[in-house]
């Protein structure tokens, strides 16, 4: 089976850290060889597979974690993909897709990267969208979550653009479901920022 490499900031408190968790324990229970790199270690940490291997950057909180230079994480990164040798390599969020691939230069991985995009391109600014933006023309494949966000690239880039929906964890579906012939109320969680664009879920619920 292959051996399959997931690249994440942390193991705790957002979707990409769920999304990550969630296949990576799939695969793993499914027979692949599955290592996580983490960047940091948190208390509070998303279940996972106890079939996982997970190699923290340090094993330290995120505070611990931006006092290291950029080099240092780039040198740790490099270091386990060499020791571990993956077949793929799927990065989340984009400081870490950047970093990854600066860490797999002048390497046969850097082919095997894919970028798993979480949020609108068209949203994101600075250094490290320019070069994530760059070093997509380079990676293997592109990982969107939605037909909208495939759009947000040329149609070059498109040809190695694969959609995803984000995956359900078995959990939600042991809870007890509850039917209501009343107006539903409708619940939305997130950050109040542009980019997770909460009044598109409005517009959508009111049509």
């Not at 408190?13 to 270690?41: H, M, N, P, Q, W």
């Not at 870490?96 to 082919?111: E, G, H």
């Not at 039917?179 to 619920?205: C, D, H, M």
Request: hydrophobic share 40%; aromatic share 12%.
């Amino acid at each position: 089976m292959k051996k399959i490499m997931f690249v994440i900031g942390k193991l705790s408190g957002g979707g990409a850290e769920r999304v990550v968790t969630t296949i990576a324990s799939s695969l793993a229970d499914k027979g692949y060889t599955v290592t996580i790199i983490s960047f940091c270690k948190e208390i509070e940490e998303y279940k996972y597979s106890g079939k996982i291997d997970v190699k923290y950057i340090i094993e330290k909180n995120i505070d611990e974690f931006n006092k290291l230079s950029k080099p240092t994480i780039i040198f740790k990164i490099r270091k386990i993909v060499m020791e571990e040798k993956p077949d793929e390599i799927i990065t989340f969020l984009t400081n870490v897709s950047v970093l990854t691939y600066l860490a797999c230069m002048f390497t046969k991985y850097k082919r095997k990267i894919s970028f798993a995009i979480r949020s609108n391109p068209k949203m994101e600014s600075g250094i490290y969208a320019k070069l994530h933006y760059k070093f997509a023309k380079r990676i293997k494949n592109i990982i969107t979550q939605n037909n909208g966000q495939t759009t947000c690239y040329d149609k070059k880039l498109q040809k190695k653009i694969i959609t995803i929906p984000n995956p359900m964890y078995e959990e939600l579906f042991e809870f007890e479901k509850t039917y209501v012939t009343n107006p539903v109320k409708i619940v939305s969680v997130g950050r109040l920022i542009e980019k997770k664009n909460f009044i598109v879920s409005i517009y959508a619920f009111e049509k």
